[in-house]
């Protein structure tokens, strides 16, 4: 018989290795399925019998955590072996029932790994309470009584009941504070020990109490004081003595120029002071606040530390600050530069010129960091014996401003004269060549070509040759004018992937994993491959943890078994939330979503959002790839009531009642394209409207919609909701027809576009442009009020209030429009501490028909505003005034919302 510890090589199978096997069956199977064990065993009758193979199988058994030992028998029958898998399996754990003090709860629970709805391995039960034990008694409770146990073991589960009885924690019978010669002593400035007389003996008070007590003298100004603690805890009244001398105390001052507006320094020089190292502590701080104030523009800056005695014992620190002048960077030149120009160097240095947008203030200290910074990139762009001085510094008479100049020799510049590859058996040269950026009579550059190094030796490893490696050799010729580059590549042998053994699937199907996972037995084992899966499974939202590890790390076999461990999170979830806006005004919401229904990472959510001038109920649904697809299909019911008013008169343009269903398939490909395809029946019912917004008999009474509409978007921004650099784009098309139920045929093109483009580390430039073309059939060809273009307010042309822009009836009132324009231009600043200001001008403008090119009038406006960042997007205050103001409007508006305009 062989067993998960005894088996370990292949010639323990003696006699039996080789014989073809009769049949497999397992024994003591509960709740794990035959046909899953069988799976993982990976035996099949009529295969011979194989040591290594047998090995691996109950590996792979107890690396699923669901057996606490593997027994196999092998049976000598006519025709071969009978394989016997003899197992002992956990039960599962339904609940554990907590009888201890409350206060105790959350501690004790983080020392009992059991959770409820996993396998459950009793052998581990005697460690866990001598944990509790060990802790408790950390606590100061000398005789605790700890239990675990099992109660009600049926079917293969089992209840576990974990009781504790702390007692009477042992407490503390004298606490005293003394001095060297022993005499009890005060503590001053409202110090006190961090336990006294009757509290618990806790042993992190043992361990770090004369730590806590020295802090707290320290920060109070009692820089030398030094602290011991002796004590006697193991008596029957436990006894504890700190020895204290506490030195002089130190009143700590600031006299001379300008204080920093950055507060780091102030908490640095203290922590200067409170670690004393000796009477050189006061200098050592004074030369901390002297180099933040050279970070900070002022070169000369000067920071002498005096300590005088004052009244009594106590002493004085003074720090006598002189800024002394801050110059400003009137000019950075590079001289010398003949192939590449200053223009590409000059953006890469940390000096930088005084421009209004932008401080260049003068720190010396990193000139040599900047000359190391350009002869790096020289030689990042061929010039390979490039060499460049001192920087040279001219400053004014009155140290008010200066001109650094870096003189550049480049010397010869090296060309790439070929790339090859060689050492390559497994893997093909046609693969691997693209991937080189590298390329003939291109300028040699250093870092790309390590960089290729890199990138050929993840693609080889990629393919599962784990201990490759490649050597990056370089032959030069023509003094050094041109180099041949050479990819040495040592592949060594091949890996590849094993079993997949998945655990901590509770509620979530198993194929709801595998399709995430993307990998295969057979595969290359690629740890790329297993962080991208891992990254799948956890952007699903059902599982909080996923991570892959070997079955056995020291296995060296051409074959890897792996186990992929999941943690399922909380699948159901309720949020809510209230805010203020300025058309709005109030409004709140509340949802309630589960994303994993019957365990297939179904979708499923209600919520219901109300304002003063909405309701909306909304249930949404969705079925993740949907026949197999890449595609998930989306189903949402909704109801609404809304009312658009016009926010200068609080005069309703339009109230409208509207109940309706859409569906349809959407997907994402590559990370940054999203594409869909949606259905959507609308049964609208216009409960008010003002005449000056009536431009059809639709536009009056009940109206039913169907439509279809494709819609297309590209996301390139580093970040969606605080975006510094991309490209955002979209492009939809609803068109409705009668052939499709509709009672109105019509079709709506929007296209919008965003770009952002950070100018220096705090300055972003973004644009944002719109464009959008409705027509409906019949008579006028306009679309239904509600499915008009409207502009203007705080996300569109601010300045103008909420859609007052474009056509409006005899009444003065908006009433949309079947053409929309619009522009956006910002200068985002970030001013640090999650504030930003910004400055912006927005353009835009609503017709019935499209203009001519000489009548495109676009209303205009400018403004400013400040940002306050937080995790769902910028909270956002802007005033803008109109640039072409018109007779009865007002100057301008203030707009509050939430996230940025684009």
Known sequence: MISCAAFAQAGETSALAGRPITSVAFEGLVRFQAAEAQDLAGFNAGEPLDGARLSRAIKRLMATGRFGDVQVEGKEEAGGTRLVFRMTEHPFLRKIAWDIPLSMRDEIERRVPFRTNGPFDSRSVPRVERRIVSFLRGEGFASPVVEVRSVDESSGNVDLQVRIVPGEPKRWADVEVVDRSGTKVDLPGGTSPPFGKGTPVRAADVRHGAEKLLASLRERGWFEASVSLAVEADKPDPSARFTVETGPWYDVRFEGGILLEDPRWREEVRRVLTDWTGPEAPGDAARVLERYYREAGYPFSRVDAKTDSVEGAARQIVFQVDPGPRPRVVDVRVSGARQIGPEEVLPLLSVQQDRWYARGFFDPGRLEEDVETIRAFYRSRGFLSADVGAASIDLSPDRSSVSVEFQVREGERTF???????????????????????????????????????????????????????????????????????????????????????????????????????????????????????????????????????????????????????????????????????????????????????????????????????????????????????????????????????????????????????????????????????????????????????????????????????????????????????????????????????????????????????????????????????????????????????????????????????????????????????????????????????????????????????????????????????????????????????????????????????
């Not at 008013?645 to 959407?666: F, L, M, Q």
């Not at 919609?705 to 979209?730: K, M």
């Not at 912006?840 to 505003?865: I, M, Y």
């Open 416 to 902: 790439v004269r070929s790339v090859d590859l060689a050492g390559l058996v497994w893997n093909s040269r046609e693969e691997l060549l693209p991937r080189i950026q590298t390329r003939p009579e291109s300028p040699y550059e250093e870092e790309k070509a390590e960089e290729d190094r890199i990138r050929i030796l993840e693609q080889v490893a990629r393919k599962g040759h784990l201990q490759a490696t490649v050597d990056l050799l370089s032959t030069f010729f023509d003094e050094g004018r041109s180099v041949g580059i050479t990819f040495d590549v040592d592949e060594h042998e091949t890996r590849a992937l094993g079993r997949i053994i998945v655990l901590g699937l509770d509620r979530t199907r198993r194929p709801v994993a595998e399709r995430e996972i993307g990998l295969k037995e057979g595969d290359p084992y690629d740890f790329e491959g297993f962080l991208l899966a891992e990254n799948r499974l956890r952007r699903l939202g059902i599982f909080s943890e996923a991570r892959f590890h070997p079955v056995d790390p020291l296995d060296e076999s051409p074959v890897r078994d792996v186990v992929l461990s999941l943690k399922e999170a909380d699948a159901g979830t309720v949020e809510f939330g209230a805010g203020y806006g300025d058309y709005e005004r109030w409004r709140g919401m509340i949802e309630v979503s589960h994303r994993n229904v019957g365990g297939w990472n179904r979708r499923v959510s209600g919520r219901l959002e109300a304002s003063t001038l909405e309701k909306r109920f909304l249930l949404t649904g969705r079925e993740p790839r949907v026949l197999e697809t890449e595609y998930d299909l989306r189903a949402q019911g909704v109801w609404e009531e809304t009312e658009k008013r016009n926010i200068d008169t609080h005069e309703t343009i339009y109230k409208i009642r509207r109940s309706g269903v859409a569906a349809g398939p959407e997907g994402t490909y590559a990370s940054i394209w999203k594409a869909s395809l949606t259905y959507q029946y609308e049964n609208t019912t216009i409960l008010e409207i003002s005449p000056g917004a009536v431009l059809s008999r639709e536009d009056e009474g009940r109206l039913g919609v169907s439509s279809l509409t494709p819609a297309l978007f590209l996301d390139l921004r580093d970040d969606p909701f605080e975006p510094r650099r991309g490209l955002f784009a979209g492009v939809s098309v609803k068109g409705a027809a009668k052939a499709i139920g509709s009672e109105i045929s019509f079709y709506k093109l929007s296209m919008q576009a965003s770009a952002y483009v950070p100018l220096t580390g705090r300055v972003v430039l973004a644009v944002g442009g719109k464009w959008g073309r409705g027509k409906a059939t019949g008579e006028d060809r306009n679309l239904p009020v509600f499915d008009r273009f409207f502009l203007g307010g705080r996300s569109s042309v601010r300045g103008f209030s909420q859609d007052t822009l474009g056509p409006k009836g005899a009444d003065g009132t908006p009433s949309g429009g079947n053409v929309i324009v619009q522009g956006n231009v910002e200068l985002r600043w970030s001013l640090g501490r999650e504030f930003q200001v910004v400055a912006f001008a927005d353009a835009g403008n609503v017709w019935l028909v499209p203009p001519a090119a000489s009548d495109l009038k676009l209303r205009q406006s400018a403004g400013v505003g400040v940002r306050y960042k937080t995790p769902v997007g910028p909270l956002r205050l802007d005033y803008a005034r109109k640039i072409d103001r018109e007779p009865g409007e007002s100057a301008g508006e203030w707009h509050f919302s939430l996230g940025h305009a684009f």
